[in-house]
């Protein structure tokens, strides 16, 4: 993030603040300030007008700098500013909603004007909306630190070592501004920003990480909190034992997938007792390592039976094929407790606040007993689960946050199957700080506020007149975060970042020739192509993972992009650095061959997206001779029939021949919405008729490819029947 340009507050809490003539001041506030002291003159300015990167169409959010002190014991000492923002009720104001996304570390300027659009929305008739940049987040005081570079060559004690001595530099930059990022100090900023503002009490939405910051604001300011709410709830225990209390959780799903296997053994053969089932897996971890075993359970196990059956799938796929596992490194898509990077600075201020409350081991040796102990009781646990030992490493102990109940009224809401807060740690919490437990049965992360929601209604009753929400809700279909679709032959696909892909082979291909892949225009690495724009010249670079029969991921292979265009079609044509025959021998899988004619109505077709592990089974139902989408046309689309039910996630998709395995067309695109030709809701166009199919997924042919594959397997463009679009 770009820092504040204008700086928009006063110099100094103890020495008083001199108000300019053109600052304005809050001397008129709600009912409810009366015994709070007269407010501190503040200046507002419109985030867009006072950050150089706001969003420009912002028109509500107004941003200041409040100063506090780095040491509360010290309050004439030396001062740092957090940054403010702040959506004025539209009406008559009787309060405010402070909000927090979390982290912890995340900025919480944004979330003021994110509130509008959540069901809190129509709060802000009769609240201002408050967003706070926590110290050493977004644009408030912080420290910027880089990240340790492994070389991967360093054992595990090097890089514990490297990782805490890069904290120890970083912590030497700033000591005081490093060791005083915690969530009471998070909740002192908080409470003087509210003393600022002239509000007696303050009502609070916080999820994630920003759980914390509420329930260690609740037990120290307990008065001065009107109503509360806090969704996918962080762990009040330290992070080892909140690891510990995660662990003993899958631990007991992992128990219960054990019973459902030994129950049907007649398929996948790992016996016919739970016991039995467990040593056999247990053999099975021996051979392809703890995480390669990880990697083939689903991190959602309990949520839906169906992943059982995919877990089950790989697991027989494995044991049965002898081939060893090549799996993700441990944490490189899971950040500690789930949470997202925010600018350079995020990994390190998330460890400030995470180790300045945690009084676990710091050392190498502590990591090394933690894990024996840990899997010892836990065979199936994973190595990531040490991880809070070696984030902290070279940080001071810490202490643990002072939480207690309180008499404010407070929510909490847990998601049953989440694996970022799991839902364990919301019982903890509701233990310790009390309030009323609402369960949302689903897998998702900090969605209460969602009006996608159907229950999601409770957070604006909690909020309009207290309303406790208890007992369970349905939350969201469990296909939102996991695999939405039936399970399948994978052999062919390659799982992209954020797309589905194939490996193609025209008929002229040879075994010693590049491999080719397809997948969508819109799934090209450097973005969408322009309405109109063939892309033939960029060379730009593709990355992927081959996939195994069921869904596992074998492996990388890498290319460069030789054509890509959304013009009257989808679709991204790239050369791989590996031949036919190398990928054959290294992941036993092949590529689909490429049809030279296209699909017919009525046709059985499958549609395989790697990238959701789902196939979908279904006829191709029409051939559209225009759709349209935005400012993009495509001719000559196929129409899926209700069947191939695709979602998000799905783009890139190979469209497969039932019969043959052929490859047909790739799949493209869906109208969810039942919108007119917009983006993402796209529309068929026959002569002067429109017509909108919602719900219906759409393919883009692929036949006119393989007339346009030359010698060594290489696009020709001006071969004479190539009829691809040209730039």
């Avoid at 979330?111 to 959540?118: I, K, M, T």
Wanted: with cysteine; aromatic share 8%.
């Amino acid at each position: 993030m770009q820092i504040i340009l204008r700086y928009l507050t006063v110099p100094s809490i103890a020495a008083g603040i001199s108000v300019a003539a053109s600052l304005i001041t809050l001397s008129a506030v709600p009912a409810d300030a009366a015994s709070t002291p007269a407010p501190e003159g503040v200046q507002w300015e419109l985030c867009r007008d006072a950050v150089s990167d706001w969003n420009r169409n912002d028109n509500r959010s107004e941003c200041t700098l409040v100063p506090v002190p780095v040491d509360y014991s010290k309050p004439e000492g030396r001062k740092i500013d957090i940054a403010v923002s702040r959506v004025k009720a539209t009406g008559k104001r009787t309060g405010a909603l402070f909000g927090n996304p979390g982290g912890p570390g995340l900025a919480g300027t944004p979330s003021a004007r994110e509130l509008l659009s959540s069901r809190l929305g129509p709060m802000n008739e009769t609240l201002d909306f408050i967003g706070i940049d926590t110290r050493g987040t977004g644009y408030s005081a912080q420290i910027s630190c880089d990240e340790p570079e492994f070389q991967g060559s360093e054992t595990e004690k090097e890089m514990f070592e490297m990782r805490a001595n890069a904290k120890r530099a970083c912590i030497a930059k700033d000591p005081a501004l490093a060791l005083s990022i915690s969530m009471e100090n998070a909740a002192r900023d908080m409470d003087r920003i509210r003393q600022v503002l002239g509000f007696d009490k303050i009502n609070f939405y916080g999820n994630s990480g920003g759980t914390a910051l509420g329930a260690v604001y609740r037990s120290m300011f307990d008065k001065r909190v009107d109503r509360m709410w806090l969704d996918s709830i962080m762990s009040p225990a330290g992070q080892s034992a909140a690891v510990e209390a995660e662990v003993a959780a899958y631990d007991a799903g992992y128990q219960r997938f054990f019973k459902w296997l030994a129950g049907k053994d007649s398929t996948y053969g790992f016996g016919t007792s739970p016991k039995k089932v467990e040593s056999a897996l247990k053999e099975l971890q021996k051979k392809v390592g703890r995480e390669g075993f990880a990697a083939l359970l689903d991190t959602n196990l309990e949520a839906i039976p169906d992943r059982w059956e995919r877990s089950a799938a790989k697991l027989m796929e494995v044991r049965d094929s002898g081939a060893e596992v090549t799996s993700t490194p441990p944490n490189a898509d899971r950040k500690t407790f789930g949470f997202g990077e925010m600018g350079r600075n995020y990994g390190f201020t998330h460890d400030a606040f995470m180790c300045n409350a945690s009084p676990d081991g710091r050392t190498y040796a502590d990591l090394v007993q933690i894990r024996k102990e840990r899997q010892a009781k836990y065979p199936f646990s994973t190595d990531f689960n040490n991880e809070p030992v070696a984030n902290c490493a070279g940080w001071p102990a810490g202490k643990p946050w002072a939480l207690k109940p309180g008499k404010s009224r407070l929510q909490l809401s847990g998601h049953k199957f989440e694996t970022v807060t799991p839902y364990v740690w919301a019982r903890m919490m509701h233990e310790k700080i009390g309030g009323s437990l609402l369960t949302v049965m689903d897998a998702e992360h900090s969605t209460m506020k969602s009006k996608d929601l159907a229950c999601g209604s409770k957070v604006l009753d909690f909020f309009r007149d207290g309303t406790p929400a208890k007992g369970s809700c349905a939350g969201f279909p469990a296909d939102r975060t996991g695999p939405p679709g039936p399970a399948g032959n994978m052999a062919g696909t390659v799982k992209l970042p954020y797309c589905s892909a194939s490996l193609v082979r025209p008929r002229t291909a040879r075994d010693e020739d590049k491999a080719l892949l397809l997948t969508n225009g819109h799934c090209h690495p450097a973005g969408r192509p322009k309405p109109g724009e063939v892309i033939t010249d960029q060379n730009a670079p593709v990355e992927g993972t081959v996939m195994s029969p069921a869904g596992r991921e074998l492996g990388p292979v890498t290319g460069r992009v030789l054509y890509a265009t959304m013009t009257g079609t989808d679709i991204t044509l790239a050369q791989l650095d590996s031949t036919y025959a190398e990928i054959q021998q290294k992941y036993k899988v092949e590529a689909f061959p490429l049809a030279s004619s296209s699909p017919v109505p009525g046709q059985r077709i499958k549609v395989a997206s790697s990238f959701l592990e789902s196939v979908w089974s279904c006829q191709a139902e029409a051939v559209v001779p225009t759709l349209k989408e935005g400012d993009y046309t495509s001719t000559h689309a196929i129409r899926y029939a209700k069947e191939c039910d695709t979602r998000p996630g799905s783009s890139g998709s190979p469209v497969i021949d039932a019969e043959t395995r052929e490859l047909v067309a790739v799949n493209s695109t869906s109208n969810r919405d039942g919108k007119e030709c917009e983006l993402n809701n796209p529309c068929e166009v026959d002569g002067t008729v429109t017509t909108v199919h919602q719900g219906r997924g759409y393919a883009t042919q692929t036949a006119a490819i393989a007339a346009c594959i030359g010698d060594d397997n290489t696009l020709d463009l001006k071969r004479q029947e190539c009829t691809l679009p040209r730039p």
